[in-house]
């Protein structure tokens, strides 16, 4: 099945700073999701985006999905971004899969 | 209520108690998803339901027990449950499945005894 790798898997960056998190998968998807996991559990949603860029914020993602990757930018971080950050991606059908994670810490 | 809610928030069970987590959706979706998070390790699919039609099912033992009675409402049945089936249960919708945006619950965090 695909294969789904997230890096760094730990990131710690002092309030302020920016970073990019990054998805690869291993085969062709119809869909792709980044998530963060605040510390209560609770997965919010931060793009649906099987191709092309978005931007929300200080946030914005990247899919290339012809070389199988998409990227995350947190912009100027704060410490309410502290969380674990999911990709998840879709083939078809309904399996879903998700990354392990890259989890964040932001220092004030 | 909006969104996609989960009860109870918190469960502690013995290993020959029977409990059932419910979730349901406010956002009119026609699917709906259970997921495993266990300590260390991704969130696993165990359950899909596509207009109450059960559409996966990720080699889940038997002692998990899924039931959607309708496109808003899902449950999931324990039954002798393992000290190590104590994870976050996390259940979640899309407007039909496939390709669409999942949105989820807040979780239910199970302890096993």
């Known amino acids: 099945g695909i294969q789904v790798e997230q890096s760094p898997p730990d990131l710690i960056l002092q309030e302020g700073a920016n970073s990019t998190l990054r998805c690869n998968f291993s085969?062709?998807?119809?869909?792709l999701q980044w998530f963060h996991q605040n510390p209560w559990g609770q997965l919010i949603n931060l793009f649906y985006?099987?191709?092309g860029t978005k931007q929300n914020g200080r946030l914005s993602a990247t899919t290339v999905a012809t070389e199988r990757y998409s990227l995350l930018y947190i912009s100027s971080s704060q410490t309410t971004d502290s969380g674990v950050y999911f990709c998840a991606v879709g083939t078809g059908g309904f399996k879903t899969i998700f990354g392990a994670g890259t989890r964040l810490f932001v220092k004030a | 209520e909006t969104g996609v809610t989960q009860t109870p928030r918190h469960l502690v069970m013995g290993m020959t108690n029977k409990k059932s987590l419910k979730c349901e959706q406010h956002?009119?979706?026609?699917?709906m998803y259970w997921y495993k998070q266990s300590a260390k390790k991704p969130l696993e699919l165990m359950f899909v339901y596509n207009f109450k039609e059960q559409t996966e099912n990720n080699s889940v033992p038997s002692r998990f027990s899924p039931e959607c009675p309708n496109s808003s409402h899902l449950f999931l049945h324990l039954h002798t449950l393992q000290p190590e089936d104590s994870a976050l249960y996390l259940c979640?919708?899309?407007?039909?499945?496939?390709?669409?945006?999942?949105?989820f619950g807040p979780g239910t965090r199970l302890t096993v005894l």
């Open positions: 956002l009119g979706h026609n699917a």
């Open positions: 979640a919708s899309s407007q039909s499945g496939g390709s669409d945006e999942q949105f």
């Open positions: 085969d062709s998807v119809n869909n």
């Open positions: 985006i099987p191709s």
